[in-house]
């Protein structure tokens, strides 16, 4: 049964093994998704803050 199931999650393993020892790469991408994920935040909150009356 083991055996079976290190078979089956082998491709996981070796995904996880991989993005564990690649730390800064991980850190990278992340910090590449925040920004854009910031820029599209931004501007649906100067959308939802004209909306209200609240304009700069």
Known sequence: MF???CE???TEREKYNYYI???PEVDAL???GAQKSA???N???AKVRQKL???N
């Open 3 to 5: 055996e079976l199931i």
């Open 8 to 10: 089956k999650l082998k």
């Open 21 to 23: 020892n690649k730390r």
């Open 30 to 32: 992340l910090k590449i």
């Open 39 to 41: 820029t599209i935040a």
């Open 43 to 45: 501007g649906v909150l």
């Open 53 to 55: 009356g609240y304009e």
